[in-house]
């Protein structure tokens, strides 16, 4: 009776900390929502932003946005799940590469504004790429790496060890099994962190302020060496420069649920893909 009586009062803890999490989550949502919602329009939408960025639209800093999230995440999640691989299936046991393991577990701590100034220092100046999309998707790869390492990580070793025996048993290479069983088998568990990853790469304002975002463009980058407006560094610039704040918080608002709205759009294309795969794979 006990037993049941404490395990009773853990599922109502459990159940109570959803609640409140749903209730935040929901409060934070909504008060977007109703500050954001009465400056979305068509115009809003597709037009530049005009007179001091008091009308007009925020076109370009969507596409800014989603050209620095797209592109962070082609250059981190090949790299990561390579690292990942290497990790999980090839790297010996040993001191070091526990030390690896830490490493990348305090790089996800770094603050953002540490990995800005690096990509300041690196991309935008020893390559010489410039303020530029190429530098900002880069230092934003670099902000999720770590992520999709420990993602994808978790997701190689959930899957059974029955599988790649079976594998090799029938004649494949190691790299093979690789390829063809694990990666598929995992693939779910490895897109979970790149939609974690796009969450993060979408909303940081930090890392792009030094290498990619510009405070105004009157057209759209015709070049990954091109700067870009930002969603996030827009709502920034909103909210701390200009001479209107009473016209510039409700533009700032509505590019708040912009980028929850483009954040979700994203990130549902990754969870139909997961999906699909975990149909596929029956887990």
């Given at each position: ?153 978790e ?124 149909k596929i794979?029956?887990?």
């Amino acid at each position: 009776m006990r037993n049941d009586h404490i395990q009773k009062l853990g599922f109502a803890l459990l159940f109570l900390c959803v609640i409140i999490t749903v209730f935040f989550l929901g409060s934070i949502i909504y008060f977007i929502v109703v500050r954001g919602a009465p400056a979305i329009s068509w115009e809003f939408l597709t037009e530049v932003p005009r007179r001091a960025m008091t009308q007009g639209g925020v076109a370009p800093a969507i596409v800014g946005t989603f050209y620095l999230t797209i592109g962070a995440v082609l250059f981190a999640l090949p790299l990561g799940l390579a690292c990942a691989i290497y990790l999980t299936e090839y790297s010996p046991k040993g001191a070091v590469v526990n030390i690896i393991r830490m490493s990348i577990n305090n790089l996800a701590g770094v603050p953002s504004i540490v990995f800005g100034l690096f990509g300041l220092t690196v991309f935008v100046k020893f390559f010489g790429f410039g303020v530029s999309i190429l530098s900002g998707s880069l230092t934003l790869a670099m902000l999720i790496l770590p992520s999709i390492i420990s993602a994808s990580q978790e997701a190689l070793i959930a899957v059974p060890h029955s599988l790649r025996e079976a594998s090799l048993a029938i004649g494949a290479t190691h790299w093979q099994t690789i390829k063809r069983i694990v990666v598929p088998t995992a693939l779910p568990g490895i897109l979970t962190g790149v939609i974690l990853g796009i969450g993060r790469a979408a909303g940081e304002t930090a890392p792009i302020l030094f290498t990619a975002a510009t405070f105004y463009m009157r057209g759209y980058p015709d070049s990954v060496f091109s700067e870009v407006m930002a969603l996030p560094y827009h709502i920034y610039a909103l909210m701390t420069e200009g001479t209107k704040p009473d016209q510039q918080t409700v533009i700032a608002y509505g590019c708040s649920l912009l980028l929850v709205v483009l954040v979700l759009l994203i990130s549902a294309i990754a969870i139909y893909i997961r999906q699909s795969r975990r149909k596929i794979y029956g887990h």
